[in-house]
């Protein structure tokens, strides 16, 4: 269960189309509950924060592309909250039409991230790449376009869903290609003290003093901290970055994390708990 509702009963919104990315890792791990697709990440955000859906699956980070940065502008001040994570190793395939081949394709469609992450294929068969809004609407344009002409890189579940040919499997240059997902709730469920690893995420803003960056963090190197992730954005349009994202391994409860966040509050302000989750397996 998450919270109060058995997760069977739950709904999951999703960016995308069925047999994208975010709704493979639905099915993979809640598999009773419901995967609903949404056309953009605010109608992801605006589908749980009007009860409409009860939980979020969000990319936030990618080992080759980096953050997804829509998230992190909108996770902040979203009231949602991290309950959990999920890593995905991403693989997508080379699509088309039956009567397709790799002699009759000359267009690839898929979403602007998966192209970048296909290169090699691209240029090795020539293509010329059209950027769809996803991957998995990309299989299913090519489908309705009914054209030999035409192919989508998109995850394997897609060929299926959208009865396409697979031309060619794994297809993406880098074999360690990931995407880490979290799971979002309105509800803050903060995962047990003592269970097994524990991931803290949170969000502040430093004071506008000398060195206060350097000052807020040394508190996690004196306590002994693992910080996994610190990252600055712009806020209210300035070109100065006073808001961080940061991610630690411990529970806050823990004595040392405690004793951290309590140093941290000296040089910040704004200091927001955004989850307390259990750690992927992953991580290692």
């Known amino acids: 269960m998450f919270g109060d509702y058995p997760l069977r009963m739950a709904r999951i919104a999703y960016q995308g189309e069925p047999g994208a990315n975010s709704d493979m890792v639905c099915r993979r791990h809640y598999p009773d509950a419901e995967a609903v697709p949404c056309a953009s990440f605010e109608d ?14 969000i990319p936030i980070d990618n080992s080759i592309a980096g ?9 902040p001040d979203s009231g949602l909250h991290i309950i959990a994570e999920h890593f995905l190793r991403i693989q997508f395939t080379l699509m088309a039409t039956a009567d397709a081949s790799l002699d009759t394709i000359k267009t690839v469609h898929s979403h602007v991230h998966a192209l970048g992450q296909c290169r090699k294929i691209i240029r090795e068969l020539g293509l010329t790449p059209i950027i769809s809004g996803d991957t ?10 009914a054209d030999p002409r035409q192919a989508a890189i998109s995850p394997p579940l897609a060929a299926d869903i959208y009865g396409l040919k697979i031309l060619r499997d794994d297809v993406e240059d880098e074999d360690h290609n990931t995407t880490r997902f979290v799971v979002l709730s309105p509800e803050f469920i903060a995962a047990p003290q003592g269970r097994g690893p524990v991931v803290t995420s949170f969000v502040f803003n430093v004071r506008n003093l000398p060195a206060a960056l350097y000052k807020a963090l040394g508190g996690f190197a004196t306590n002994g901290i693992n910080m996994t992730k610190l990252e600055s954005y712009m806020v209210g349009g300035h070109f100065t970055a006073t808001q961080f994202l940061a991610e630690v391994d411990g529970h806050p409860d823990d004595p040392d994390l405690k004793r951290a966040l309590e140093e941290l509050t000296f040089f910040t302000t704004d200091i927001k708990i955004l989850g307390v989750y259990p750690a992927d397996p992953f991580r290692g």
Not at 44 to 57: E, N, P, Y
Not at 67 to 75: E, P, Q, S
């Open 44 to 57: 992801v955000f605006a589908a749980v924060t009007s009860g409409d859906c009860d939980l979020a699956m």
């Open 67 to 75: 953050r997804v940065a829509d998230i992190h502008h909108f996770l």
């Open 136 to 145: 998995a609407g990309a299989a299913r344009e090519v489908a309705e376009a």
